[in-house]
């Protein structure tokens, strides 16, 4: 069975950092274009960032570009988002998820490319 295991979430301060971590397993993970997005309480769920598989390429939400950063570790089938410079607007439930479907990049909130996903984890933003 395919199972991404995200986990890092938490509770952070304004203008602090979080690290999420999301493991996979029962796929080939270095052929999947990889992606996290994120649900605030009332609100849809977005897409905030992707990394393909082919080149390493990444895209980002412009809400998070520049304080977000995505990485894979395909040896440990394991992908990144290192947060920065957190805001109460960053708060939500983060999803990874993972496309058998695509390799290169993902742009914007296409949940519909993505085939696998994790179960989310809550960040919360405090001031």
């Known amino acids: 069975d395919v199972q991404l295991q995200a986990s890092g979430g938490g509770l952070a301060q304004v203008g602090g950092s979080l690290s999420l971590s999301c493991a996979a397993s029962?796929?080939?993970?270095?052929?999947?274009?990889i992606g996290w997005f994120r649900q605030a309480p009332g609100k849809e769920r977005e897409g905030v960032s992707c990394?393909?598989?082919?080149?390493?390429?990444?895209y980002y939400a412009d809400s998070v570009a520049g304080r977000f950063t995505i990485s894979r570790d395909n040896a440990k089938n394991t992908m990144y988002l290192q947060m920065s410079s957190l805001t109460p607007e960053d708060t939500g439930v983060y999803y990874c998820?993972?496309?058998?479907?695509?390799?290169?990049?993902?742009?914007?909130?296409?949940?519909?490319?993505?085939?696998?996903w994790g179960q989310g984890t809550l960040v919360t933003v405090s001031s």
């Open positions: 029962g796929l080939s993970f270095d052929d999947h274009a």
């Open positions: 990394i393909s598989s082919s080149d390493g390429s990444t």
């Open positions: 998820a993972s496309s058998r479907t695509y390799s290169g990049i993902i742009s914007g909130s296409v949940q519909g490319a993505y085939n696998y």
